[in-house]
């Protein structure tokens, strides 16, 4: 930390009684006042007798009634008189007397305000060891408060707030903007340098991994050998094996985990063509949904109690998975189902015909056939208002989903858009070109390109500060999404990057690495990349950027 030099609070030099009085080994730090009760002490320490005490009373008087220049020459005069020892004690005795605690003179409010014009949390972490004064100055909330804004810490539905912290302060208990700000900045800390890493590599069998989702409590991963495996976040141990699919599992989400809705629904599909229902908390199957009549290629869950499923029969079914049953069979695409959303009661589907569809769900009804694309649409992003699309024609297609209407092309990559995410007026595009693609969609327009891969960019996620890729080169990399700069590779270089997920304090990546240097066989490997814990505020530059835990 770097050294600063406090501003001094000018001592009392009000003589309180028989201190030492100076020596050349014992400085004091009170000024001495000539009083006549102090005579008979000041004559035994130091020597003096009645006739010296009068004249340096005298010469205190003579002193005070110079003028300004006057005092200046009189002391050059005594100061060069002096030798090394006294004028070293000269300076300890004025040097504090000159310093001046600017905050302490001003009103409290002022020096409130003006701590908030510090946007860095270190000038700020270190002003607080300055004094008493300034350490209680910067328990107020009013310059944390501040910096959060500044750092744009905004409360999100995380995990690194918490339940407690998505009610306005006003209604949260013992909530601090300071501790809020700093376990924020530790995170954004560790993001950049590396967080801790813990590495999971039994309990996966042989297989291609297909889907991953976790939350705060549980990591589910299906792969196409059937099984359905699920770990808890926090410590990487396996909880349990679902079994009873009888082909490769392709499509998973599950629903549930809030505060006010504990329990979690998990839905399955894959190439035995069954849609099967559990309980995530207890591994019990609820239901085995039936009526496809090839591989269920995606599934989506609007809430616990309705599921959609789209199949490469070309059709998509609407469950309700509550009670096990059908309530529409959506027909209309003519090739395999390859993708879909849903925000609310609207669903969009992506298919290997070409075309998208706009759907109704309470009703089943098509709303729009979205069509424009020369080949196969491999990917779909919906928001409510706006639908887009991802080609093996190299474009994107922006759609209203009110008027069914194409409002834009964006064009750019050259070879098959397979990853989209949206958010707000901000989406990313993945291509099998290799790059990124950042795009506004207020104004159509490419902010930034990024040569992320040397293959495919086969998994993409993104916020506001950040996006994480994968592709087939093996790589995971991390980016500025504001800047369009890499920010690390975010692991070691695998054979194959099966997926990813993140949320604000942990990652989740699922690869494939070699078994041994001398061995091309391979071997599934998760990692839980943990960025909440307090250790990470004691990184410097020189230290290791990553800490990993294999036990």
């Not at 926090?234 to 549930?256: I, P, Y």
Request: glycine fraction near 8%; charged fraction near 25%.
């Amino acid at each position: 930390m770097e050294d600063i030099s406090p501003p001094a609070t000018p001592p009392s030099f009000n003589y309180t009684g028989p201190s030492p009085i100076p020596t050349p080994t014992a400085r004091p730090s009170h000024r001495v006042r000539l009083n006549t009760e102090d005579s008979i002490y000041l004559e035994s320490q130091l020597g003096f007798d009645e006739e010296q005490l009068a004249h340096l009373r005298h010469m205190k008087q003579s002193f005070q009634q110079l003028s300004p220049a006057q005092k200046q020459f009189f002391l050059y005069e005594i100061i060069n008189c002096c030798d090394n020892s006294q004028l070293t004690y000269l300076n300890e005795l004025i040097a504090p007397r000159l310093k001046i605690d600017f905050l302490k003179e001003l009103p409290i409010e002022i020096s409130l305000h003006i701590l908030t014009f510090i946007d860095d949390p270190k000038t700020l972490a270190r002003a607080a060891t300055v004094s008493t004064l300034w350490n209680s100055l910067l328990k107020d909330e009013a310059a944390w408060k501040a910096l959060c804004m500044k750092h744009q810490y905004r409360r999100r539905n995380s995990s690194i707030c918490g339940g407690e912290l998505l009610e306005p302060p006003a209604q949260r208990l013992n909530f601090s903007y300071r501790e809020y700000f700093k376990r924020k900045f530790n995170v954004a800390t560790a993001w950049a340098q590396g967080g801790k890493v813990k590495v999971v590599d039994d309990g996966f069998g042989d297989g291609l991994v297909t889907s991953l989702q976790y939350d705060d409590r549980y990591i589910v991963i299906a792969s196409d050998n059937h099984r359905i495996e699920v770990f808890y976040t926090s410590s990487g141990e396996k909880v349990r094996t679902l079994e009873g699919h009888e082909g490769g599992v392709w499509a998973l989400q599950f629903k549930g985990g809030e505060k006010h809705d504990p329990d979690r629904i998990l839905v399955t599909g894959g190439c035995d063509r069954d849609v099967r229902v559990w309980n995530l908390e207890s591994g019990e199957l609820l239901h085995v949904l039936r009526g496809h009549h090839s591989t269920v290629r995606c599934l989506k869950m609007k809430d616990k109690k309705i599921a959609v499923t789209g199949s490469r029969d070309t059709t998509m079914r609407v469950w309700d998975i509550q009670r096990g049953t059908l309530l529409h069979v959506l027909l209309g695409h003519q090739a395999s189902v390859r993708c879909m959303e849903i925000h609310g009661n609207t669903l969009v589907s992506g298919s290997y015909d070409s075309t998208a569809r706009v759907w109704d769900l309470r009703t089943g009804r098509c709303l729009h056939v979205l069509s424009g694309h020369d080949t196969q649409i491999y990917a779909i992003a919906f928001d409510g208002h706006k639908v887009v699309t991802g080609s093996l024609d190299s474009n994107i297609r922006v759609w209203s989903a009110e008027t069914g209407q194409c409002l834009t092309i964006l064009q750019g990559h050259t070879s098959l858009v397979g990853q989209l995410q949206l958010s707000g007026s901000t989406l990313v595009s993945g291509g099998s070109d290799g790059c990124l693609r950042v795009w506004d969609l207020q104004h159509y327009e490419c902010i930034h390109q990024i040569s992320a891969h040397d293959n495919s960019v086969t998994c993409l996620q993104f916020d506001d500060r950040r996006i994480l890729s994968a592709g087939n080169d093996g790589r995971v990399r991390l980016w500025d999404i504001k800047q369009g700069r890499l920010i690390r590779n975010f692991t070691l270089s695998a054979k194959t990057v099966w997926k990813i997920q993140f949320t604000d304090t942990k990652a989740v990546v699922l690869m494939q690495r070699k078994r041994s240097n001398n061995s091309d066989e391979g071997k599934t490997v998760m990692e839980i990349h943990d960025f909440d814990f307090e250790t990470v505020e004691d990184y410097s530059t020189t230290s290791s950027h990553m800490v990993v835990d294999t036990t």
